[in-house]
């Protein structure tokens, strides 16, 4: 009832639908998914993954999000990595939910060493469906090129000394407070990495405004065929 009394649409209803059958949200989980507009950003979300990851890797539709929606930690404006990240982990259960249920959370601060150095991934996950390992960077300003090879180079590091034989290539997620998508587009361009890009939000999205995104990538996509 929850569903076809907010959800608009036929693709929209399925989405839920599905959602609710793979991973036995709550009522509560559920609610809580429609109101923070988890279908516009995961249908942006698609539109967005870069050709690299989807050649590598056939089941990641419904998997990233363009953005995310970080409510539950009730941060100022203006906060610092730190605090974004001990948020994140003390609401682990709230942050899981917004990822999705397949992430499982292996640590912060993930050590990796590299000839002499040592580096540190801000938040590392397991994915079971995809069966790789996740790195999360957590940047609380506007994405910037460089940022891209830091996480490549992380993803290099998990791949050569930490992913077992069985495990598929390891994914990079930023997590930027705002990004210019234009400048992500050709940051990722010529990358040899799985890495994408994703904003996050401190309060709910309007959900019009995110429809109205949605509407013209789908515009968008009909004028290139």
């Known amino acids: 009832m929850l569903i076809f009394s907010r959800c608009k649409t036929i693709e929209e209803r399925e989405f839920y639908l599905k959602l609710v059958n793979q991973d036995s949200y709550s009522?509560?989980?559920l609610d809580r998914q429609i109101s923070a507009s988890l279908f516009e950003r995961t249908?942006?979300?698609?539109s967005q993954i870069s050709p690299l990851v989807r050649e590598n890797n056939n089941d990641l539709t419904n998997t990233f999000k363009d953005s995310y929606v970080f409510e539950f930690l009730n941060l100022p404006e203006l906060h610092s990595e730190k605090e974004l990240?001990?948020?994140l982990i003390k609401q682990m259960k709230n942050f899981i939910l917004e990822l999705g249920k397949d992430f499982l959370f292996i640590g912060e601060e993930y050590k990796l060493q590299v000839g002499n150095s040592d580096f540190f991934i801000d938040l590392l996950f397991y994915h079971r469906g995809l069966q790789c390992l996740v790195a999360f960077e957590l940047k609380a300003d506007k994405f910037k090129p460089e940022h891209v090879g830091q996480l490549n180079f992380y993803l290099e590091s998990l791949d050569r000394d930490v992913k077992k034989p069985n495990e598929n290539p390891s994914i990079g997620i930023l997590l930027c407070?705002?990004?210019?998508?234009e400048v992500v587009e050709y940051a990722l361009s010529r990358s040899l990495s799985p890495t994408m890009v994703s904003e996050y939000k401190t309060q709910l999205p309007d959900k019009k405004?995110?429809?109205?995104?949605?509407?013209e990538l789908f515009d968008n996509e009909t004028d290139r065929k």
């Open 27 to 29: 009522k509560r989980e």
């Open 209 to 215: 405004l995110l429809q109205q995104k949605l509407h």
């Open 177 to 181: 407070k705002d990004k210019d998508s």
């Open 43 to 46: 249908m942006i979300g698609n």
């Open 85 to 87: 990240q001990n948020g």
